[in-house]
């Protein structure tokens, strides 16, 4: 663990007799980033928050969040605020006492507080829910309501397990403009199936499959990562001659023709991430040699969801 | 820049709260929840109305019994002494039916639900979980489903019969408020043995039914089961000499019940 890890996992296995949900996972979490936490349904991931949230016991393995280990019980708990992926609360209560409720369970003054009460339930735009029974919330208030709870302690850890599924894209938005506000106050700990969410707001990304960490990286690193292997070349006036001839440039490893309009042609080239600068100069001389018109020689740049399914198939092809 | 949400973070604890972390805060809210639902009053009303139908009874069949042969002498009709009919009031056991149901489902309610998850994941304890719902419920079942029915039962007594001794009147109490923390526990300990409200339930009901006969097929077996504490404490104040075994059974059984279900209770995946 890291002086600066919020949340730190230590061969974390958590197994249900044959069924394996998380395997050694090790993870070091940066105090106050925002950490999206994906892979596909049945990765583990659900598994791996309610270790965090003290909910499982682990199998093996150890977790800590600012340095108080799980094993540490309420005081660990103290630290993190818990939604669950269906979140649930009493539906005899109203969203505020729900608020007062957990607020009431730390022993710290300041989180019981009518007016944090208040700033906290109107930061997650419930304020005028606030008195109705939570049994005539909708999904998204449910929703709403359970950040609430979960930041009403001050927790140094968010966890979050998928918290913009049930939300409509405006109170998705929502939420994530509010997890982004979040960053370094507190650490956010969420997992998703969203790619486009993670990519707009987390600083760090960990993609679980089959219950192993296939790949922990800075969000920024990890997409550029998968971005200096091919190279996009568009060309006016290309022939048949023009692809043989781009493939047979010095660190082209193969290259595909992926549209034609006319006598515009589009190639993507897969080539050594070492030498791109170099290919990207051979391509332009070889298009100025030859009187044909370059309109596009750059490297492609892959979104998370391609990283995602690249990372994951090439973990299925190898098992 | 933008505003800070959250602001300050306390400073970290990184000791044990204390076996009982939260307790307080979830009796309270546990209470809340008892007195804000419709629950109350159905018990209320259906233990009390059980409870008067009965201590009634003996006056009831004497009218009856009159009606039907005016003039001639009535033979083999219940007794009309008050503390007949108060003690008799208790026998339909009412009051264990209601706390196996209540208790029964506590638990296994607040699981399926996911409210347990949601509580479980606060700063609290099991331990606390289960004790505040032990507490709260004794408490409201004692009241509701013992104090006032009783209290009701023992005036429309003083008016059929006349006044019960006071002293009987509040051992009765005592062994009711005894009979339901028991049968608290042991609703609560079947829910975190037996997944289902409906099975706790039922299993409950049939543990209930089946332990008087095998007690009775035991040897003094009948005053150490946990309902002969029902009529203890009204038997000890009336001074009558009465065997120390059966609270001491009752307590440990009771106690045995609380550890075992806490201990299931930790061992929750939620």
Known sequence: ?319 | MTASIIGAHAAPVSSNFGRFAGARQLVRKDTTEWVRSKRIWVILATVTTFLVLTAANAWIATKIAAAAAPGEALRELPSLGPTENMVGALTTQIFVLAAIFVAGSLIGRERDSGTLAWIASKPVTRASIWASKWISSTAILSIVGGAIPLAITAAVVTLLYGAPPVEIVIGLAVGLAAVTAFFVTFGLALGTVIPGQAATIATGLTIFALAPMLAAAIPGGMALIPTAMLTWPAAALAGEAMSLATPVVWFVLMAGLAVFSIRRMRKFEL
């Open chain 1, 1 to 319: 663990m890291t002086s600066a890890s919020a949340i730190s996992t230590a061969g974390l296995t958590k197994h249900y007799g044959e069924v394996r949900a998380v395997t050694d996972l090790t993870l070091d979490v940066p105090s106050g980033s925002i950490y999206g936490f994906l892979g596909p349904n049945g990765a583990g991931k659900t598994t791996v928050l309610k270790v965090l949230a003290g909910l499982i016991r682990p199998t093996s393995g150890s977790a800590s969040v600012a340095g108080i280990p799980l094993a540490a019980g309420e005081a660990y708990r103290r630290e993190v605020g818990f939604l669950a992926q269906e979140p649930r609360f009493y539906d005899w209560m109203t969203g505020r006492e729900t608020v007062a409720f957990v607020a009431s369970l730390v022993p710290d003054p300041a989180t019981s507080d009518p007016a944090w009460l208040d700033k906290i339930i109107a930061t997650v735009g419930l304020a005028d829910a606030a008195d109705r029974r939570t049994g005539t919330y909708s999904g998204g208030m449910r929703q709403r309501l359970g950040i609430a709870q979960a930041l009403v302690t001050r927790p140094r850890v968010l966890l979050l397990d998928e918290p913009v599924s049930a939300l409509d894209p405006i109170g998705r938005r929502e939420v994530l403009d509010l997890m982004a506000q979040l960053r370094g106050e507190t650490t956010v700990f969420y997992s998703t199936h969203i790619l486009d969410d993670v990519e707009r707001v987390s600083d760090r990304v960990a993609i679980l499959d089959h219950g192993h960490l296939v790949r922990e990286a800075a969000t920024a690193e990890l997409l550029s990562s998968f971005t200096l292997d091919q190279l996009r070349v568009v060309v006016v006036g290309a022939t048949d001659a023009t692809g043989v001839d781009l493939a047979g440039l010095p660190g082209v490893r193969s290259i595909e023709p992926s549209a034609r309009d006319g006598d515009v042609r589009t190639y993507l080239l897969t080539i050594e991430p070492s030498v791109a600068g170099q290919i990207q100069r051979a391509v332009t001389r070889y298009v100025a040699d030859r009187d044909l018109t370059l309109v596009e020689n750059g490297l492609v740049r892959l979104d998370l969801e391609d990283v995602f399914l690249r990372l994951v198939d090439s973990k299925e092809r190898a098992a």
